[in-house]
Antibody, heavy 118, light 108 residues
Framework: EVQLVESGGGLIQPGGSLRLSCAAS????????MSWVRQAPGKGLEWVSV???????YYADSVKGRFTISRDNSKNTLYLQMNSLRAEDTAVYYC????????????WGQGTLVTVSS | SYVLTQPPSVSVAPGQTARITCGGN??????VHWYQQKPGQAPVLVVY???DRPSGIPERFSGSNSGNTATLTISRVEAGDEADYYC???????????FGGGTKLTVL
């Protein structure tokens, strides 16, 4: 059974850093496209970042240069390093597996809340 | 960047048919995917590649895509279908994934 479990969210001051983790089971992270999607309170879904099975990474313009997606193959875990956090980064962050074609998210985690506030 | 436009809300009586649209420039040339999100829960894929259903999704959920509009159709709507629905595409020109703004389906 495919499972994704995010952790690492919390309250952080503006300008601070946080690293989110997404532990996967039931499949191999490194063999799949993996993404992060966020949802600000009361708002819609916003794609944040993706890492291809080959290691290429892409980011939304809103986080480019501040966020870094990575994975640890030995731990079968996906990460999102978030630096220079802003109030507008406040959101629930979901990790999600992309299908074999990399087109849509077929499995999602339950999400972890990041609150950026002083 | 590519933009997807959805109506903020759609209302329908139980047993009727709900149609949720997703507009985009020449969206018919792209594969469109739809997610259902209930309050406090993660999104769930309900239609992929315009009109295919993942296992476990009722046949009442169907999709179509042509020209500048994709449509998610929910037949014989039930109270449990009340949720937010999001369309999504992959924009190959920018290697970015794009979501529509979401549509709140209300079952009257």
């Amino acid at each position: 059974e495919v499972q994704l479990v995010e952790s690492g969210g919390g309250l952080i001051q503006p300008g601070g850093s946080l690293r989110l983790s997404c532990a996967a089971s039931g499949f191999t992270v490194s063999s799949n496209y993996m993404s992060w999607v966020r949802q600000a309170p009361g708002k819609g879904l916003e794609w944040v970042s993706v890492i291809y099975s080959g290691g290429s990474t892409y980011y939304a313009d809103s986080v480019k240069g501040r966020f870094t997606i990575s994975r640890d193959n030995s731990k079968n875990t996906l990460y999102l390093q978030m630096n220079s956090l802003r109030a507008e980064d406040t959101a629930v962050y979901y990790c999600a597996r992309l299908d074999y074609s990399g087109s849509y998210n077929d499995y999602w985690g339950q999400g972890t809340l990041v609150t950026v506030s002083s | 960047s590519y933009v997807l436009t959805q109506p903020p809300s759609v209302s329908v009586a139980p047993g009727q048919t709900a149609r949720i649209t997703c507009g985009g420039n020449n969206i018919g040339s792209k594969s469109v995917h739809w997610y259902q999100q209930k309050p406090g829960q993660a999104p769930v894929l309900v239609v992929y590649d315009d009109s295919d259903r993942p296992s476990g999704i009722p046949e009442r959920f169907s999709g179509s895509n042509s020209g500048n509009t994709a449509t998610l159709t929910i037949s014989r709507v039930e109270a449990g279908d009340e949720a937010d629905y999001y369309c999504q595409v992959w924009d190959s020109s920018s290697d970015l994934w794009v979501f529509g703004g979401g549509t709140k389906l209300t079952v009257l």
